[in-house]
């Protein structure tokens, strides 16, 4: 098995005996800083801050006895992981620790090896714990939200290929995907921002094209639809304006049922799920303290979504990234019941609770009945990295799929990919939702049509037997 490094770590989860040896050396040189990280294997091993290297490896000897899982570096204080990459590779020809060949690992998500951009791990232990954090904020940032999708090291055709063996085009796979679907009830779960609407600079402006709308009109005639945001979630249902649909804000805290036919005389009585009600004093007191903390970054704006609050980066000269994300940080600090993800260009702040899109996902599954059934098929589409909860509660049910919105190879636990939300405007070929969508309404469509055809044949059939019937007597 290979562990290489050009300019990244590669930590291979087959060999810990390799991996002890080279994160023994790499936190030799940076011992006295190594404050930031904990290093786990598979849950078996913690090595936390200023572990000694001897300590480490006899650690991680250890961690060899028990387990040979993967291998993960987080920042365990701010909980995000640092931005890395997922690489498979089993070229037993390379067997070097490190190696000086050109070539990049190949980034495949899903895979079995995680890389380290080995200067972002000496940029972030080199400073102390709080400065590091913010720098690792900033990074994953940029790393998960790329400014322009050819600023990102481009990929090697052989890369992109595998990457795309393991997470094919869900327009591609659409026959594979009815076919195992045959017999199940279809659920779609869709997120609004970067999947039903453009990524666009002002927040306030992400609107739905009216032929979007009408897709998902169409597909919640045909199949229980929810949209999950991280949104507050009268806004998310101002841009749809779809009633009959579910929908889940504030990443899945405030979830609320369709009102279409008088369902709900009021809007508290659909309210379905709102299980971090008790934060809402907290969320606008740290909203206001955010307010008048980033008012001096020019372009920052801060965005109240009910039970969670988003601090938007987009508009932010990336040079002040760290200034904005550092602001954030001084008003969270005095909040302990609070903790911060991120998305595209933006850091969520959210109660501590253990709820997110997976558990809002489960959560409408039993609403709808499907709690423990066989028989259900649910869809999730999604482009941020809140929306990988979800594809990872499909993934660990064995039910339905994930499809990742994205242009370029991320990290996933989706199962399939798709480019954007719409057909681009130069009307150059993409994979879209709205293709995907409107030919998953064209197939049920078509499969309904079919069973009322065979079971009218079948009537007809009947009455003529009967009658022959009728007349032998
Ligand atoms: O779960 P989602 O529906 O995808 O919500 C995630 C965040 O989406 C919005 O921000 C993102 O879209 C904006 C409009 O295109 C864009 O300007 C921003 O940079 C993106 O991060 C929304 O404004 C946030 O509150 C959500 O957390």
Known sequence: MLIRCRGAYVLNPQDTGRVAKLTASLFSNLESQSSLF??????????????SSSKMVSLVDEGDKTTKQNVVITD??????????V?????????ALFTTAAQKPPVVPGGSYITISRKKLLQNLEINGTAARINAWVDSMKASSPTHVKST?????????????????????FEQITSASKGKQIVMFLDYDGTLSPIVDDPDRAFMSDSMRATVRKLARYFPTAIVSGRCRDKVYSFVRLAELYYAGSHGMDIKGPSKGAQYKNDAEGVLCQPASEFVPMIDEVYQALLEKTKSTPGAKVEHNKFCISVHFRLVDEKRWSELAQQVRS?????????????????????TIKWDKGKALEFLLESLGYANCTDVFPVYIGDDRTDEDAFKVLRERGQGFGILVSKIPKETNASYYLQEPSEARNFSHTFSVMDFLQRLVRWKRLSL??????????????????????TVE
């Open 38 to 51: 904990l290093l786990c294997i598979h849950r078996h091993l913690c090595i936390s801050e200023n572990t």
């Open 87 to 95: 690489a498979v590779t089993n070229n037993p020809s390379t067997t």
């Open 449 to 470: 049509r079919r069973q009322i055809r065979v079971q009218r044949q079948l009537e007809e059939l009947k009455v003529s037997t009967i009658e022959k019937c009728l």
């Open 153 to 173: 090291p481009s990929l090697s055709s052989q890369d992109e290929t595998s990457w795309m063996l393991q997470h094919p085009s869900a327009l591609e796979m």
């Open 76 to 85: 365990a204080k701010s909980g995000i992981n640092m931005a890395i990459t």
């Open 331 to 351: 008003v969270l600090k005095e909040y302990p019941k609070l903790r911060l993800t991120q998305g595209r260009k933006v850091l969520e702040i959210r109660p």
